[in-house]
C-alpha cells in the first residue's frame, strides 16, 4: 500500500488536500464532485457531438406526446382506457386504487413517459463510457424519484383522500414524526420503534458461549439442541458491514437455530464494531484474526473433522480469500464453503460500482483518512439513494404525509444496528477488489503471495438472491467462471437481506437450485435460470440436506469451548461486542 492510501508520511500539501476533500465530503454525503461532474461532462459532451441522437429524442418526445393527449383525451370519457407505459414490476408507487381515477392517471403516466425518455436520454449514446452512462442513468432516476408526484400532497390520491378524511389532521401527525426523527438523528438514538428488540433478549437469543476474544473478534459456540451432532462443525463468517445477529434474529428467524436443530454445531464470528484505535486494520487483518484465527479454535474445541464454512456478503469474499488461501498453503482443514449473497468477481458487481472510480476510491480514502473510518450512517445513506423509492421517499409518504408509523419487525431492527468499518481495511476492500478486481483475477496477495480461487477444490454451495442491487445474482453466479470445484447454486426470491433470511414460515418463498459437477462445462446464468426448476418455500432445507451429504454419522456433541485447548468459555452469547455502538 502506498503512503498516500495508508496515509502514512506525505507532505504538507497533500495534508492541506486531503483536509479540504474531508470537509467536501461531509456536504456531499461522500460522492466525488469530480467523478459526478466527469460523468455528467462526458454525457453531455458525447449528446452536443449527436446530431443524430437529439433527433432520435426530439422524435421520441414528439411520439409520447402525441400518445399522451390521445390517452388523456380517451381517459377522460374512459378512466379504465389502456395506459400508455406500465411501471417496472419493482415499482408499486402507482398501484392503489386512486391512481386509476381522472387526473391521477394522466398525472402518472405523464410522469412514466418522462421517466422512460430520460432513461432513453442518458442510453446508447456512442463515445460515452460504460460508468459514466450508468452514472448520468442513477442521478436522471434519483431526480425524477425526488420529482415522482407520489412524492407530492396534491398529485397522490391517497394523500388527497387521506387528509380531507382526517381533516389534516395525518399532516400534524407528519409534522410530529418529522420532529421526532431529527431528534433521534441529531441525538444519534436508534428509530422509533428498535427499542421494543434487544439484542440477546428478543435477537440474537441462541445460547451459547463466547470462546475466543481477540482485538477483532468475539467467536460464539452455539449450544447443541439434539442429543447428537455431525462430527464436522460449521463456522459462519459475517459482514463486518452489519451485526451478525441477522442470521440469528428472533428465534423463528435464526439460520442457527435452524442448523443446530438439523444436529449441526455452529460457530459464529461476532466483529468488533471498529473505532478510530482500529483505522489501520487492514484486510489481512481481518483474515488472519477473523477467519483464521477462529479456525484454530474451531480445530481445537472439535479435534480432527474438517470445517464446514459458511461466508454472508463480505464475510463471503473474505471467505473465499481464505479458502485460496488455505488451499495455497497445504492447509486442508475445509470441508465444504457456503456462499451467501457473495462476491468473487467484482466486474458486474451492482450498483454500488456507481460510487466506485479513482476519483471517487481517492475522495472516500480522504474522508476516512480524517474520520479514522466509513461511519454507519455514510454506508446506509449509500445504501439508501440505490432504493431510494422504498428506502426513502416511500418512507417520508407513510410517516410525514400519511402520518402514519408502521411497526417495526426484526429485520429493520437489525438494519438500524448498523456498524463502521476502518480506513485502511476499507481502502484495501474497494481498490483491490471493486477497482482492481484482484481476487477474480489472481493479483490479490495474501501473506506477500497472489491467491487463486481456481485453487479452492472443495464443494461450493453458493446462493443469490433476485432482487439483490449489493450482490447482483449474475454476479454472485460467477464463482462458476472461477472455481473448478462441484458448485450447487440456489437463486432465490428476495433481496440482499430478506433472501438469506429466509425461514420455512415466512410467505411468498421459493427458490430454484442447480449442479455443475467438479470440472463440468460451464452454463451461463441465463440458459441456467431457463433450465433450473422452481421449488416453493425456503432454501434453508436445501442447505441442511447438502451439507448432511456431505457430513459423518451423527454422535454425541463436544464441548462448549476447551479450556485444556486454550479456549475457555468466557461468558454466555451474544457475547460483549455485538452490543457495542
Same mark, same amino acid.
Given at each position: 500500500?502506498?503512503?498516500?492510501?495508508s496515509?502514512?508520511?506525505?507532505?504538507?500539501?497533500?495534508f492541506?488536500?486531503?483536509?479540504?476533500?474531508?470537509?467536501?465530503?461531509?456536504?456531499?454525503?461522500?460522492?466525488?464532485?469530480?467523478?459526478v461532474?466527469?460523468?455528467?461532462l462526458?454525457?453531455?459532451?458525447?449528446?452536443?457531438?449527436?446530431?443524430?441522437?437529439?433527433?432520435?429524442?426530439?422524435?421520441e418526445?414528439?411520439?409520447?406526446?402525441?400518445r399522451?393527449?390521445?390517452?388523456?383525451?380517451?381517459?377522460?370519457?374512459?378512466?379504465?382506457?389502456?395506459?400508455?407505459?406500465?411501471?417496472?414490476p419493482?415499482?408499486?408507487?402507482?398501484?392503489?386504487?386512486?391512481?386509476?381515477?381522472?387526473?391521477?392517471?394522466?398525472v402518472?403516466?405523464g410522469?412514466?413517459?418522462?421517466?422512460?425518455?430520460?432513461?432513453?436520454?442518458?442510453?446508447?449514446?456512442?463515445?460515452?463510457s460504460?460508468?459514466?452512462e450508468?452514472?448520468?442513468?442513477?442521478?436522471a432516476?434519483?431526480?425524477?424519484?425526488?420529482?415522482?408526484?407520489?412524492?407530492?400532497?396534491?398529485?397522490?390520491?391517497?394523500l388527497?383522500?387521506q387528509?380531507?378524511?382526517?381533516?389534516g389532521?395525518?399532516l400534524?401527525h407528519?409534522l410530529q414524526h418529522?420532529a421526532?426523527?431529527w431528534?433521534r438523528?441529531i441525538?444519534?438514538?436508534?428509530?422509533?420503534?428498535?427499542?421494543?428488540?434487544?439484542?440477546g433478549?428478543?435477537?440474537?437469543?441462541?445460547?451459547?458461549?463466547?470462546?475466543?476474544?481477540?482485538?477483532?473478534?468475539?467467536?460464539?459456540?452455539?449450544?447443541?439442541?439434539?442429543?447428537k451432532?455431525?462430527p464436522?462443525?460449521?463456522?459462519i463468517?459475517p459482514a463486518?458491514?452489519?451485526?451478525y445477529?441477522? =442470521?440469528? !434474529?428472533?428465534?423463528?428467524? *435464526?439460520? @442457527?437455530?435452524? $442448523?443446530? #436443530?438439523?444436529?449441526?454445531?455452529?460457530?459464529?464470528?461476532?466483529?468488533?464494531?471498529?473505532?478510530a484505535a482500529?483505522?489501520?486494520?487492514?484486510?489481512?487483518?481481518?483474515?488472519k484474526?477473523?477467519?483464521?484465527?477462529?479456525?484454530?479454535?474451531?480445530?481445537?474445541?472439535v479435534?480432527?473433522?474438517?470445517i464446514?464454512?459458511?461466508?454472508?456478503?463480505?464475510?463471503?469474499t473474505?471467505?473465499?480469500?481464505?479458502?485460496?488461501?488455505?488451499?495455497?498453503?497445504g492447509?486442508?482443514?475445509?470441508?465444504?464453503?457456503?456462499?451467501?449473497?457473495?462476491?468473487?468477481?467484482?466486474t458486474?458487481?451492482?450498483? =454500488?460500482t !456507481?460510487?466506485?472510480?479513482? *476519483?471517487? @476510491?481517492?475522495? $472516500?480514502? #480522504?474522508?476516512m483518512?480524517?474520520?479514522?473510518?466509513?461511519d454507519?450512517?455514510?454506508?446506509?445513506?449509500?445504501?439508501?439513494?440505490?432504493r431510494?423509492?422504498?428506502?426513502?421517499?416511500?418512507?417520508?409518504?407513510?410517516?410525514?404525509?400519511?402520518?402514519?408509523?408502521?411497526?417495526?419487525?426484526?429485520?429493520?431492527?437489525?438494519?438500524a444496528?448498523a456498524?463502521r468499518?476502518?480506513?485502511?481495511?476499507?481502502?484495501?476492500?474497494?481498490r483491490?477488489?471493486f477497482?482492481?478486481?484482484?481476487?477474480?483475477?489472481g493479483s490479490?496477495?495474501?501473506d506477500?503471495?497472489?491467491?487463486?480461487?481456481?485453487?479452492?477444490r472443495?464443494p461450493?454451495?453458493?446462493?443469490?438472491?433476485?432482487?439483490d442491487?449489493?450482490?447482483?445474482?449474475?454476479?454472485?453466479?460467477?464463482?462458476?467462471?472461477?472455481?473448478d470445484?462441484a458448485?450447487?447454486y440456489?437463486?432465490?426470491?428476495?433481496g440482499h437481506?430478506?433472501?438469506?433470511?429466509?425461514?420455512l414460515?415466512?410467505?411468498?418463498?421459493?427458490?430454484?437450485?442447480?449442479?455443475?459437477?467438479?470440472?463440468?462445462?460451464?452454463?451461463?446464468?441465463?440458459?441456467?435460470?431457463?433450465a433450473?426448476?422452481?421449488?416453493?418455500?425456503?432454501w434453508?432445507?436445501?442447505?441442511a440436506?447438502?451439507?448432511?451429504?456431505?457430513?459423518?454419522?451423527?454422535a454425541?456433541?463436544?464441548?462448549?469451548g476447551?479450556?485444556e485447548?486454550?479456549y475457555p468459555?468466557?461468558?454466555?452469547?451474544?457475547?460483549?461486542?455485538?452490543?457495542?455502538?
Amino acid at each position: 500500500m502506498s503512503e498516500t492510501t495508508s496515509g502514512a508520511g506525505g507532505t504538507a500539501g497533500e495534508f492541506i488536500d486531503r483536509s479540504l476533500h474531508a470537509a467536501l465530503a461531509r456536504m456531499t454525503l461522500g460522492l466525488s464532485p469530480a467523478a459526478v461532474g466527469a460523468a455528467y461532462l462526458d454525457w453531455a459532451v458525447h449528446l452536443t457531438a449527436s446530431p443524430g441522437k437529439r433527433l432520435d429524442l426530439a422524435i421520441e418526445a414528439a411520439k409520447q406526446a402525441v400518445r399522451f393527449s390521445n390517452y388523456a383525451w380517451s381517459a377522460s370519457v374512459q378512466p379504465s382506457a389502456p395506459h400508455v407505459v406500465e411501471p417496472q414490476p419493482q415499482d408499486h408507487r402507482f398501484v392503489a386504487e386512486g391512481w386509476q381515477q381522472w387526473p391521477f392517471n394522466l398525472v402518472s403516466q405523464g410522469f412514466l413517459l418522462q421517466e422512460q425518455w430520460w432513461q432513453s436520454a442518458t442510453s446508447h449514446i456512442r463515445g460515452v463510457s460504460r460508468h459514466h452512462e450508468a452514472m448520468a442513468q442513477f442521478g436522471a432516476r434519483q431526480l425524477l424519484d425526488m420529482l415522482s408526484p407520489s412524492n407530492f400532497l396534491f398529485t397522490n390520491p391517497e394523500l388527497v383522500e387521506q387528509t380531507v378524511a382526517q381533516g389534516g389532521a395525518n399532516l400534524l401527525h407528519g409534522l410530529q414524526h418529522m420532529a421526532e426523527d431529527w431528534w433521534r438523528r441529531i441525538a444519534h438514538q436508534k428509530p422509533v420503534g428498535a427499542d421494543a428488540y434487544k439484542v440477546g433478549v428478543n435477537l440474537a437469543t441462541s445460547p451459547g458461549k463466547v470462546v475466543l476474544r481477540n482485538q477483532l473478534i468475539e467467536l460464539i459456540q452455539y449450544a447443541p439442541t439434539t442429543e447428537k451432532v455431525r462430527p464436522e462443525p460449521i463456522l459462519i463468517v459475517p459482514a463486518w458491514i452489519m451485526k451478525y445477529y441477522i =442470521l440469528d !434474529l428472533s428465534e423463528s428467524d *435464526s439460520l @442457527v437455530k435452524y $442448523l443446530t #436443530d438439523q444436529g449441526f454445531t455452529v460457530f459464529m464470528i461476532s466483529w468488533k464494531n471498529p473505532g478510530a484505535a482500529e483505522r489501520n486494520f487492514g484486510m489481512e487483518d481481518y483474515r488472519k484474526l477473523g477467519v483464521m484465527a477462529a479456525f484454530d479454535a474451531v480445530s481445537a474445541i472439535v479435534p480432527g473433522p474438517k470445517i464446514h464454512t459458511i461466508g454472508y456478503c463480505l464475510g463471503g469474499t473474505l471467505l473465499s480469500i481464505a479458502a485460496a488461501s488455505m488451499a495455497r498453503d497445504g492447509d486442508r482443514r475445509l470441508k465444504t464453503v457456503t456462499l451467501l449473497a457473495a462476491q468473487t468477481d467484482f466486474t458486474e458487481a451492482g450498483e =454500488l460500482t !456507481l460510487f466506485i472510480d479513482e *476519483s471517487q @476510491v481517492a475522495f $472516500l480514502e #480522504d474522508m476516512m483518512w480524517e474520520q479514522g473510518g466509513l461511519d454507519a450512517s455514510q454506508m446506509s445513506g449509500a445504501f439508501r439513494m440505490l432504493r431510494s423509492n422504498d428506502l426513502l421517499w416511500s418512507y417520508i409518504q407513510r410517516n410525514y404525509l400519511l402520518g402514519e408509523r408502521r411497526p417495526l419487525n426484526d429485520l429493520m431492527a437489525w438494519n438500524a444496528d448498523a456498524t463502521r468499518m476502518p480506513y485502511r481495511m476499507h481502502s484495501e476492500y474497494l481498490r483491490h477488489l471493486f477497482l482492481d478486481n484482484d481476487l477474480a483475477e489472481g493479483s490479490y496477495l495474501t501473506d506477500g503471495k497472489p491467491v487463486a480461487v481456481s485453487d479452492i477444490r472443495v464443494p461450493i454451495f453458493a446462493v443469490g438472491t433476485e432482487w439483490d442491487h449489493v450482490a447482483p445474482w449474475r454476479s454472485t453466479y460467477k464463482i462458476h467462471l472461477l472455481a473448478d470445484s462441484a458448485i450447487t447454486y440456489v437463486l432465490t426470491v428476495g433481496g440482499h437481506n430478506a433472501g438469506i433470511v429466509s425461514s420455512l414460515d415466512r410467505p411468498h418463498r421459493s427458490y430454484r437450485i442447480g449442479y455443475r459437477e467438479a470440472g463440468g462445462a460451464y452454463v451461463d446464468p441465463d440458459r441456467w435460470l431457463a433450465a433450473a426448476t422452481r421449488h416453493e418455500g425456503s432454501w434453508w432445507p436445501a442447505l441442511a440436506a447438502w451439507l448432511g451429504d456431505h457430513s459423518g454419522e451423527p454422535a454425541p456433541p463436544p464441548s462448549l469451548g476447551a479450556t485444556e485447548g486454550g479456549y475457555p468459555p468466557l461468558g454466555d452469547a451474544p457475547g460483549t461486542y455485538v452490543l457495542e455502538s
